[in-house]
Nanobody, 120 residues
Framework: QVQLVESGGGLVQPGGSLRLSCAAS????????MRWYRQAPGKERELVAY????????NYADSVKGRFTISRDNAKRSVYLQMNSLKPEDTAVYYC?????????????WGQGTQVTVSS
């Protein structure tokens, strides 16, 4: 079955950096676009970054452009989110996501999430 396992979260001071990782299994990773979402307390889950299956198409939320970088390693079946110049408003649980078709029906899959806290 599809599994997504995030790691790399933690507590960091404003201006610091973290690198999140998501290890994927149970589907054809090299053919799947991947996304990072985040959800802060009391707020809706929001899309942070997207990378296409080949890595040739990448998109970011306006709030993280120029600070975050999404990448992937198809050989390692992993997607990454490098987060620089972190701000307190980046505090959230970060989730890895993909959409996989099952019997022709697309379905969202999520990891368990990793907590990122930006605070002095």
């Amino acid at each position: 079955q599809v599994q997504l396992v995030e790691s790399g979260g933690g507590l960091v001071q404003p201006g610091g950096s973290l690198r999140l990782s998501c290890a994927a299994s149970g589907f054809i990773f090299r053919m799947s676009g991947m996304r990072w979402y985040r959800q802060a307390p009391g707020k809706e889950r929001e899309l942070v970054a997207y990378i296409s299956s080949s890595g040739g198409s990448i998109n970011y939320a306006d709030s993280v452009k120029g600070r975050f970088t999404i990448s992937r390693d198809n050989a390692k079946r992993s997607v990454y989110l490098q987060m620089n110049s972190l701000k307190p408003e980046d505090t959230a649980v970060y989730y890895c996501n993909t959409i996989v078709a099952s019997s022709g029906v697309p379905r969202n899959y999520w990891g368990q999430g990793t907590q990122v806290t930006v605070s002095s």
